[in-house]
């Protein structure tokens, strides 16, 4: 070991956070013939900044060196969007000979195992719903507008105004609050097919299997464009590798960056969406640019939206006088599955007493009222988790529209 | 392992995948799981301890207690079942029982770098820290980088304050192979702060809060870090940087100062110096809690 | 998984000091002791033999008092010397620097560094509470019962060298 490594690992004790401290170590490593731990000290940068074009260049040789050639390539690839990038001549020569990621990479599964594995067929027949579908959540439904649809449909516009266009979008926020709707609500809007994938579907039960499953649904993306490819609970699929005990997981997460890196050299029509309730489960090298760079905060319904959901829980069931706004008012916070909690109580309110004295009547508000009180909005939990993070964690920018919703609604 | 056939899934493929799902902590999903396969395969030991270490993960301990005595009478000599009924004595404080668990399976597993780390934390625990030292190395000389023997050594470096953090080569290892891990983090806010580098520790602390914001624990352990960087605190800055030997100083100093200006001042100055000193002293007791209410 | 078994005797011959039990029903160490906080103020406000109370009570649920013991004695021999000092004008020499009332100071410099003579004999364990996040017992009460004995100790030993 060089002296200069020992005196570079003694400041990086002192100074675990000196970025440039970091990258001259992680060089070092790597001309000192260790590209392992190079690597290391690459992702690393690369976790505490998505924007470190070096540290991606950087993990690209390391790979290379270790004989990795097409995830160098990858990873090569994916830097050269990222703001102050330099090109390498080794790499920038290798790239120029590799042949494009093809869609031969991805038919890696033959014959119709997959399809017993694997069923991706679009929802043939099922209602399709769009965001006149959604009540309530103008601004959100902008914001997706604009970073998502609008992007899609017109990718020429938005690339003469330098607008970043293509990877991933991910959506995150409490439990129960319509992100699966959105994400439908999406691919309605860019007049895709729309294909949901949850864990179950990729975590197979048999070994080695996960990964054929991955390559075999992008490849099925790919087949159906436009097409709108929905990972659902992706900090399952993609579980922080920092936390994860077992190699297995890990090498799910790696297989499933390799190809979305590949992918996205190929993407046009093809628009990946994910979806979490914990994003901050997600591994932090699905937020690099050219995979999840972009997120958007689901948050739960506002007034309008809870109103409206209560009118159509109540629909075809027997009510009367119901002040849906006032409901609405009544249940701040409350997601959408809550607020069926509530009408259900209610219902159950009426049978009770259609039971206990035979008089059979319709809801009426004050059911819907003494169900909202006896309830607690199940978003809470989530809302004190991410008011932690935003106010001791020193959240990234990720988390700016949490930090906003929070501070409007008083909750930090 | 064996090939699907139509029937459904082998129970392997069924374990493998209720492994999956509780290394991603989606303990709901490995619960019907592992519920499907007990009925398929009600008595297996393997099924059973799955099914106690989420108890295990989720505080339910006397669940998970019963559950491993299932395993228990199923396979005495079952790994799992046996690893995690040494737990539950930590967790329930019986740390002798626990002893004598762990210490069997040293006996079966001599060459085990894990059951050393497990032994060796519970010896650091009960403060045996000689002990502990000795576990890690041999730990450690069977798998010379085992992260938790690495984490356990450093901290063991850090309590014994032999030297510095420099030159505590088990922290160096752990930074550079394992720089992410929760781990890590943590031994690095304990050598941070050991050190005085409150600041340098809360944004660890901060990162540590950042990967598990439901926790309490790191949540606690940030905000007293706040606390221990705020602004207001910096009068006090000697004890926290050299604890109760800088406390000692500065009460010298404070004494010594009061009756140099009692000897050569006027004694309305000389009363105004020693009044400053007593609100000095008065704040160094009582600002902190305070503090600690309002952040 | 439990890696493959290897012939035990080599191990074994190795491993047999670190596999002999440390603990028992009888011999179960507490690891939370009392605060080095607790520790000061007992011998600031109680005297060296307030300090040897909760230093001691330390000791026991470490179980060390055959290590500890000595504590005691230093506690004892202190407050001897003071009490000897306070009456044979031991404290003259002080006068002449900070002035009248100079015994004072005088004992509670000596019950300084008695506690830093049993902040010494359990570093180790007050550091390790505080790395590993182990709570201390709330030394409250405790604390009061050993100032009260140290005062009461303190006026006992007084008889000894009347003024």
Redesign the interface.
């Known amino acids: 070991m060089s002296r200069l490594r020992e005196d570079l690992e003694r400041e990086l004790l002192s100074n675990p956070f000196n970025a440039e401290l970091r990258t001259e170590y992680a060089q070092v490593l790597l001309d000192d013939g260790d590209p392992e731990a190079a690597l290391v000290q690459f992702e690393l940068l690369n976790s505490q900044s998505s924007a470190n074009a070096a540290a991606q260049v950087g993990a690209a040789l390391a790979l290379l060196r270790m004989g990795r050639d097409s995830e160098a390539l990858q990873r090569y690839a994916s830097a050269r969007n990222t703001p102050g990038f330099v090109s390498d001549p080794t790499l920038e020569a290798r790239l120029e000979k590799a042949k494009p990621a093809s869609p031969a990479r991805f038919t890696v599964v033959q014959g119709g195992r997959s399809e017993k594995v694997v069923n991706f067929a679009p929802p043939q027949g099922r209602e399709r719903i769009g965001f006149a579908d959604i009540a309530g959540l103008e601004d959100l439904k902008r914001t997706v507008r604009l970073q998502i649809i609008e992007p899609f449909l017109k990718p020429g516009v938005f690339a003469k105004f330098k607008k970043q266009a293509g990877g991933g979008v991910l959506l995150y926020g409490p439990p129960g609050c319509g992100k699966t709707m959105i994400a439908r609500a999406v691919a309605t809007e860019c007049q895709a097919e729309f294909m949901s994938i949850g864990i179950a579907d990729v975590l197979s039960m048999w070994i080695g299997e996960s990964e054929r499953n991955l390559a075999s649904l992008f490849d099925k993306a790919r087949h159906s464009k436009p097409c709108v490819l929905f990972f659902d609970e992706i900090d399952a699929l993609a579980y922080s590798r920092s936390k994860a005990q077992s190699e297995h997981t890990r090498q799910v997460v790696n297989e499933f960056l390799a190809q979305l890196d590949g992918f996205g050299a190929d993407n046009q029509g093809v628009l990946i969406l994910a979806a979490t309730n914990m994003p901050w489960d997600v591994d932090s090298a699905m937020k690099r640019p050219g995979r999840f760079s972009r997120s958007v905060f689901v948050p739960p319904p506002d007034a309008e939206a809870r109103s409206r959901i209560v009118e159509l829980k109540l629909a075809g069931v027997p009510h009367e006088n119901i002040d849906s706004r006032a409901i609405g008012a009544a249940t701040a916070h409350f997601s959408g599955a809550d607020i069926e909690g509530v009408v259900e109580l209610a219902k159950d309110y009426v049978l009770e007493e259609y039971v206990s004295n035979s008089s059979e009547r319709p809801i009426r508000q004050e059911d819907l009222v003494r169900a909202a009180k006896g309830m607690q909005p199940t978003t809470l939990d989530w809302l004190r988790t991410a008011r932690n993070l935003v106010k001791y964690a020193g959240a990234d920018a990720s988390y700016n529209d949490v930090e906003k919703y929070l501070k409007t609604h008083k909750l930090v | ?1 064996s ?2 056939d139509d029937s459904g ?2 129970l392997g ?2 374990l ?2 209720a ?3 509780i ?4 303990f709901p ?1 490995a619960r019907q799981l592992l519920a499907t396969a007990a009925q398929s395969y009600p008595d297996n030991p393997q099924v059973l301890y799955l099914a106690a270490f989420i108890d295990y993960s989720e505080g339910k301990l006397d669940d998970a207690e019963k559950t491993v005595s299932s395993v228990l009478l199923q396979d005495p000599e079952h ?1 799992g079942g046996r690893t995690l009924r040494a737990e539950l004595h930590e967790a329930r404080k019986q ?2 029982q626990a ?2 668990v762990w ?1 069997e399976l ?7 770098a894990d059951l050393y780390a497990s032994y060796g934390e519970l ?7 000689d ?1 502990a030292q ?2 890690m190395q ?1 730990g450690l000389r069977l798998e010379p980088n085992h992260p938790k023997c690495l984490y356990i050594a450093a ?1 063991i470096h ?4 032999r030297s510095s ?2 030159e ?1 080569e088990h ?2 290892r752990l ?3 394992y ?4 781990q890590t983090l943590l031994t ?1 806010v ?2 941070l702060s ?1 050190r005085g ?1 409150n600041r ?1 520790a809360l ?2 602390a ?2 540590l ?6 926790s309490p ?1 790191y ?1 606690t352990l ?2 007293e870090l ?1 606390l221990q960087t705020h602004w207001s605190l910096l009068p006090l800055y000697p004890m926290q940087r050299w604890g ?1 030997g800088g406390a ?1 100083v500065i ?1 010298v100093l404070g ?1 010594g100062i009061v ?1 140099a200006a ?2 050569s001042l006027t004694t309305d100055l000389a009363s105004v110096i020693a009044y400053i000193w007593l609100a000095y002293v008065v704040y160094s007791w009582t600002w902190p809690g305070i503090l600690r209410r309002l952040i | 998984m439990p890696p493959t078994r290897t012939p035990l005797a080599q191990i074994m011959d190795h491993n047999n000091d670190l596999l002999r039990p440390s603990l028992s029903a009888d011999h179960n160490p507490s690891a939370a002791i009392y605060s080095a906080r607790t520790v000061f103020l007992a011998s600031f406000f109680g005297g060296p033999i307030a300090g040897a109370a909760i230093a001691l009570t330390n000791a026991y649920r470490l179980r060390r008092l055959a290590t500890d013991w000595p504590l005691g004695l230093i506690a004892v021999a202190l407050c001897f010397g003071l009490a000897w000092l306070s009456t044979h004008h031991g404290w003259s020499w002080l006068d002449a620097i900070v002035g009248h009332g100079s015994a004072l100071y005088g004992a509670r410099v000596i019950n300084l560094i008695f506690f830093a003579i049993a902040y010494a004999f359990h570093r180790t364990y007050f550091k390790s509470m505080s790395v590993l996040g182990i709570t201390p017992p709330n030394g409250l009460a405790v604390g009061l019962g050993a100032i009260c004995l140290g005062v009461i100790a303190e006026l006992a030993i007084g008889q000894v060298f009347p003024i």
């Open positions: 392992m090939t699907p899934p082998t493929a069924l493998q995948q492994h999956a799902l290394d991603r902590r989606r999903h790994y740390f002798a002893e004598t210490i040293l006996r079966d597993h001599p060459e085990d010896m650091m625990q009960t403060l045996h820290l002990k000795r576990l041999e901290l850090i309590i014994q304050g953090d420099s505590n922290l160096q930074v550079t192979e720089p992410e891990r929760i690095l304990v050598a050991q580098d340098s944004r660890v901060q990162q809060l950042a990967m598990r914001p439901d624990h949540l940030v905000k706040k109760w000692g009460t004494i009756h009692r000897s």
